[in-house]
């Protein structure tokens, strides 16, 4: 397997991931519990919906910026 198809199938298990937590963010904050500081922090009473969304679209934009070999510099220097 070359690195090309490597980076393809990191990016497709980050898309996969991030799109999860972005679907499923009312399931994870019913099993996790809502996070206090995000409710704080976003100021409104979603907040803990909007951080497990964030979460996912920092997975999908880092498996983009992976597969199309811009974080190359920060990972093999």
Do not use: H, Q
């Not at 399931?27 to 909007?50: D, H, M, Q």
Request: hydrophobic share 65%.
């Amino acid at each position: 397997m070359g690195i090309v198809a490597i980076k393809v199938v990191v990016f497709l298990l980050a898309l996969v991931v991030g799109f999860a937590f972005i679907i499923w963010a009312e399931p994870l904050v019913r099993f996790f519990g809502k996070a206090e500081w995000a409710e704080r922090r976003f100021r409104t009473s979603g907040g803990s919906y909007l951080l497990w969304k964030l979460v996912g679209l920092i997975f999908i934009l880092v498996g983009f910026l992976f597969v199309t070999g811009t974080l190359d510099p920060i990972l093999w220097p």
